[in-house]
């Protein structure tokens, strides 16, 4: 989810599902200060009843009305993320796609900002994590060498 002018958000959908796509939209948009606005995909059908709406058919336009009904911003993030995978990492497994989005979606929310700006952020969103290949009570003193 992209907000306009604003940040994206990204999470893992697994199962996908038309049910599950309009469960989670519907439970991180605030419907009566949200307008939806996507493609045609059939997972989308009848979310309108719920949330403003709009769509795009690609297969006709990229915009429509008066310029403010798209979806190249969120198009945007894709293009982004595909790439990093495809052409870094090669290969993402389910297990930590997570993972992946998480550390895209910081560096499109921080591109716009100054190096000093984005890494006090990861600093502070480092704060209180737990770092889960480190066990301290499995550490040892270094042997002395001779």
Known sequence: ?????????????????????????????????????????????????HIPHDSVMH????????GTIHTQGIENFWSLLKRGLIGTYHHVGSDFLNQYLGEFTFR?????????????????????RLIWYFDPSQASEPEPTS
Request: glycine residues 8%; positive net charge.
């Open 1 to 49: 989810m992209l907000e306009r002018g604003g940040r994206v958000r990204t999470w893992a959908i697994k199962p996908i599902s038309k049910r599950i796509v309009q469960r989670t939209l519907k439970g991180n948009l605030d419907a009566t200060r949200s307008h939806l606005i996507t493609d045609e995909h059939p997972f989308y059908y009848g979310i309108g009843d």
């Open 59 to 66: 297969a006709q336009t990229y915009v429509t009305g008066d």
């Open 108 to 128: 499109f929310n921080a591109r716009k900002i100054s190096d000093r700006e984005r890494f006090d952020h990861a600093l502070r969103n480092v704060n209180g």
